[in-house]
């Protein structure tokens, strides 16, 4: 039986429309500052859809370019200017950031009240802790989609597929609060194939192009895509073989349409929290 597919683009709109439903009660209007550092087109891209979207749910955002000449201690002092102003209750810092500047000692500038894309240390060790805190946005995104297609996850057989900061370690520590039993597998994995035919949820966020394959799915199972790579003739397509899981899943993600709409929504979910904690109200 082919797999339901979960509609990141219909979950994300209804995520954001409840946003601007709760911004639009609030007696002030949460402040959103991105920062954006040189002229990576695909970093211009989402900044861009990220100041739109804010706008679209009752958030002021700001954008603020940077050259890519920029100095790391002029970087700093913008972060700084934006962690004591008080309209602005999110700050992100678009990543990658130009080879010149080493992205830890930026991301740990700013405030944790304001990490909203919840890569500050303090904010990384306390999701590891099970703590609620403003967790990394595309994770997040994850655990609304799986939230939607109705995948159960306590005691869940959870395999995620990538360990990096920005999605897989994260991603690993939600599912774990959430009472799944995590594998993470990576580049070092003896048999990455073998472990995700255990999962009944896999997450797939390596970023190689259609890495997971058919037989690579547990029947029944819930596959979400994280990943975006651009083929040769500029289609997008996942870190899953679409076609061939979706025949063996239970539910699973497109790409795009899956994740990658979420990931702002979230975002903008996380700066109404950091404004209600930040303000004296409740996130
Ligand atoms: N670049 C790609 N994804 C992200 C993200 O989630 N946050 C930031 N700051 N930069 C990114």
Redesign the pocket.
Known sequence: MAARVIDGTAVAAALRAQIAEQTAALPFTPGLAVVLVGDNPA?AV?VRNKDRAAQGAGIAAQTIRLPASVFAKDLMGVIERLNADPEVDGI?????LPDAIPPRPVLEAIDPAKDV?G?HPLNAGRLQDGIDVLA???PSGVMRLLAAAGTPLRGARALVLGRST?VGRPMAALLLAADATVTIAHSRTVDVAQECRQADVLVAAVGRTEMVRGDWVKPGATVIDVGINRLPDGRLVGDVAYAECAAVAGAITPVPGGVGPM?IAC?LDNTVKAALRRRGGRG
């Not at 992100?92 to 990658?96: A, E, I, R």
């Open positions: 970093s989402y992100l810092v678009q990543l990658p894309d890569f990394p946005c595309t920005i990931t975002l």
